[in-house]
């Protein structure tokens, strides 16, 4: 069988959660099967990843939207993809790479839903009349496949929610993963120095893209109300726009100005550092507003950190509340964006259970092991590329 696996991201060009996974999908892919990765970006890019070819974007529309752009790297993969058996896209940014691929070669298309553009109108913002583009482009392609991959229940039920024509049989959850031999507990703390981080002391990390996804204003203003003897790591970078960018500037400094031990990096830092400092954590947070699942999570708690997140999409399947960290109630706006129908109210219970779990960093530390041992146990990238495996050969046999 040969599957070619469609992506926007791929080493070393990984921006988010979607690029690990498909990094470590197809890395697992390809122990049983011919696996051909398409991805964007200069072919020398990828000279040293022998599953990827990389395409660029059409010189021609340089000066265009970004989803345009897209739209050209997406159609340049096409031809390529001839000889393969089926073709698996990641997000919307290749969804049609996918789409037009089934048309052309008359194969089937699997896509899987890292995210879903009506749940992220703020991408307007970045977008303008793009937006309207990569909507059409998702549902398009949703509309044509023979299965998608929802990576968590909680995304499933988004799913149907926002694509009601879809046959649900078609939908099938296959959760996200960790390889545990990367992502695993280092007691050195050379990075931690680097940071000006005390190891000594208690910590509360979070890291994520500065997008309205991931709640970082919330968690920035619940910190006003938490211990100021416990250190804030703000692993976050990359601003979708320059409101956010400046809002989060402006959270920091208010919060630096009145407290101690808020560090804010804003680079993206290579794995060995992120796990030394999630090693490190007496808690780590995830403040999102949507979250189909959030491998995030489980890479902080392979490295040992118990996890405080918000009780939305897929985050639930992840964290067992008070056994693997704490969850955070939430109500939501339905209109999309995932607002809190109250914020204060938000921003108050996400500030009592960071609270609650530094408070008893010997609660913490039990937390974090059961949470290793279940990171480890559930959510294994073998077990995954199985299950992905078998989708793929009931797709085949049906037809």
């Not at 690990?20 to 099967?33: D, Q």
């Not at 997406?74 to 896209?89: F, K, Q, T, W």
């Not at 007691?187 to 991931?214: N, W, Y």
């Amino acid at each position: 069988m040969r599957v070619d696996i469609v992506t926007r991201e791929f080493p070393p060009h990984v921006y988010g959660g979607a690029g690990v996974h498909v990094a470590e999908l197809s890395r697992n892919l390809a122990a049983r099967m011919d696996v051909r990765v398409r991805c964007f970006g200069p072919a020398d890019d990828y000279a040293d990843e022998p599953l990827a070819t990389g395409y660029p974007e059409p010189a021609g529309l340089a000066a265009g939207n970004g989803a345009l752009r897209t739209l050209g790297t997406d159609l340049a993969m096409v031809e390529d993809i001839g000889g393969a058996d089926l073709v698996h896209s990641h997000t919307w940014y290749a969804n049609m790479a996918g789409h037009w691929a089934h048309l052309y070669h008359d194969i089937p298309h699997v896509l899987s839903a890292h995210s879903l553009e009506p749940l992220r109108p703020w991408k307007a913002e970045q977008l303008g009349g793009g937006y309207a583009l990569s909507s059409w482009a998702e549902r398009t392609a949703y509309e044509g496949a023979a299965a998608v991959i929802a990576v968590s229940h909680g995304m499933r039920r988004d799913i149907l929610r926002c694509y009601p024509f879809l046959d649900p049989e078609r939908v099938q959850v296959i959760h996200n993963g960790i390889d545990a031999s990367l992502w695993r507990p280092d007691p050195q703390t050379a990075a931690l120095g680097e940071h000006g981080i005390d190891p000594g002391k208690r910590s509360i990390v979070f890291v994520g893209r500065i997008t309205r996804q991931k709640g970082l204003p919330y968690l920035l203003r619940a910190i006003r109300h938490v211990d100021p003897e416990v250190q804030v790591v703000l692993c976050a970078g990359a601003p979708d726009t320059p409101e956010i960018a400046a809002e989060v500037s402006g959270l920091v400094a208010e919060l630096q100005g009145r407290r101690p031990g808020v560090f804010w990096i804003e680079r993206m830092l290579p794995r060995d550092e992120l796990v030394q400092i999630l090693s490190h954590a007496t808690a780590f947070v995830c403040p999102s507003v949507y979250e189909p699942l959030g491998i995030v999570n489980l890479e902080a708690m392979a490295c040992g950190a118990p996890v405080v997140g918000t009780a939305t999409g897929g985050i639930p399947e992840v964290v067992a509340d008070g056994e693997t960290g704490l969850l955070v109630p939430i109500e939501q706006a339905q209109d999309g964006t995932g607002t809190p129908v109250d914020g204060e109210a938000f921003v108050r219970d996400l500030a009592a259970r960071l609270n609650e779990i530094v408070a008893d960093p010997d609660r913490a530390a039990r937390m974090g092991q059961a949470g290793m041992a279940r990171a480890r146990s559930e959510f294994s990238w073998e077990r995954i590329a199985a299950r992905t495996q078998e989708l793929y050969e009931r797709v085949l046999h049906t037809g």
